[in-house]
């Protein structure tokens, strides 16, 4: 039995550990002798972080919860938590026996980095390019000092650790410019999958969810399921549906977030009417998607977008639904571009509008059987356990 210590930070409107880790983890189990182990540094409220223990458990895998200090103001109440976070990681290591140790990003790459004369194998799970996208959409200057430190940790920890997990090739190329060019041997992409058990279509909850938000059969009912900020292709959105409006003003967009503000705070007043906003736990999203009839699937295609892989693209298409996703979004460009149920909107281009709009009205609803037959070769769980295990085995 290899005992494996996954480390991750995040805050309570992303489902990632619950979502996304938790189950590739779970399929790891089944096939190896790799048991997992989670400590889960967040600010998120004691329900959230209960029900994800709660599913670790049922999953086989030890989890332990961290709170990360906000007061008073989240930089202080950061260093406070990396502090502590640092001492309690020891310890862990240590009483569990910890063979190998991965770090997702930054923040638990810096607790990381301080554990001296390690006996264990060491993995950074470089998930995105984090500080560039801080620079692209939050503000954050290369030239602050904030920015220098943590670049620093990022790239002590691509150094030094044995391996290295990314989404996307082109990331890969980022951090070895990094590191100057070293160990390519000891980078990989592993990728985001999903249960094709849980995420697949359902016609009894198509029915329920469209007569809950008064769709009827000639009702085109749009989706959007995950984040919102300023990176996630807002106005595109917005632009497309209202356009969609005036061709068929019984549309419906059905947005699925954990920050609804950010979108009530944004939606046209004389579009109002034609939104449904659900905040639904993670395991009522399939549910709510089968009432889809098309999906978006965009982000703002800034350099930090290069090493992203959209965990959403995965489960559209699992459920059977057409997409219209970014183009230079990671490597998702080229899974998609030979599916025709899948329109790739250029951002640089002032014709996307018009041929996204012709995409929408030829949309074939016989097609989901073939969709989901696609979503299953690309986003499994099982092919992506195989890419993480892959890695694991090499490093032994």
């Known amino acids: 039995m290899k005992n494996i210590l996954y480390i991750t930070w995040e805050g309570p409107q992303t489902n990632y550990m619950e979502g996304l880790f938790l189950p590739i983890f779970n399929q790891i189990q089944k096939t190896t002798d790799y048991q997992f182990h989670v400590i889960h540094f967040t600010w998120s409220t004691s329900k959230n972080v209960i029900r994800i223990k709660q599913k670790a458990e049922n999953l086989n895998i ?29 310890r862990y290591i240590a009483i569990n026996n910890i063979d190998i140790v991965i770090p997702r990003s930054t923040m638990p790459a810096i607790m990381v980095n301080r554990i001296k004369n390690r006996r264990f194998k060491l993995i950074f799970d470089a998930d995105g390019l984090p500080l560039e996208e801080r620079v692209d959409f939050s503000g954050l200057s290369p030239n602050s000092l904030q920015y220098k430190f943590l ?100 549309s419906k967009f059905l947005l699925l977030s954990g920050n609804l503000e950010y979108a009530l705070k944004r939606i046209p007043s004389h579009c109002k009417e034609h939104f449904i906003l659900k905040n639904v736990p ?78 929408i009205q030829n949309l074939n609803s016989n097609n989901q059987d073939k969709i989901r037959a696609f979503g299953v070769d690309f986003f499994s769980i099982e092919k992506s356990a195989l890419t993480y295990v892959k890695s694991l085995n090499e490093i032994q």
């Open 62 to 90: 030890f989890y332990t919860h961290q709170t990360v200090l906000r007061t008073p103001n989240v930089i202080i109440g950061s260093l406070f938590s990396i502090r502590k976070g640092i001492q309690f990681l020891k």
């Open 151 to 250: 670049r620093k940790e990022e790239s002590k920890m691509l150094l030094n650790a044995d391996s290295v997990f990314t989404r996307t090739k082109t990331a890969i190329k980022i951090h070895l410019s990094t590191i100057g060019g070293k160990n390519l041997e000891k980078f990989s992409v592993v990728t985001n999958g999903r249960d094709i058990n849980f995420f697949k279509p359902n016609s009894d909850f198509r029915t329920q969810v469209r007569n809950e938000i008064n769709a009827s059969d000639d009702t085109k009912v749009f989706v959007y399921s995950g984040s919102l900020g300023p990176q996630y292709g807002w106005d595109e959105m917005m632009l497309l549906f209202e356009e969609t409006l005036k061709r068929n003003n019984n």
């Open 282 to 359: 993670f395991e009522d999203v399939p549910k709510y998607l089968s009432a889809a009839d098309v999906a978006f699937a965009l982000r703002e295609p800034k350099y930090s977008m290069t090493g992203v892989a959209p965990i959403k693209i995965g489960e559209y298409l699992l459920m059977g639904i057409p997409i219209i996703a970014s183009k230079g979004i990671g490597d998702s460009a080229k899974i998609l571009k030979k599916n025709t149920n899948c329109f790739l909107y250029n951002h640089h281009s002032i014709r996307s509008v018009e041929k996204a709009l012709i995409f």
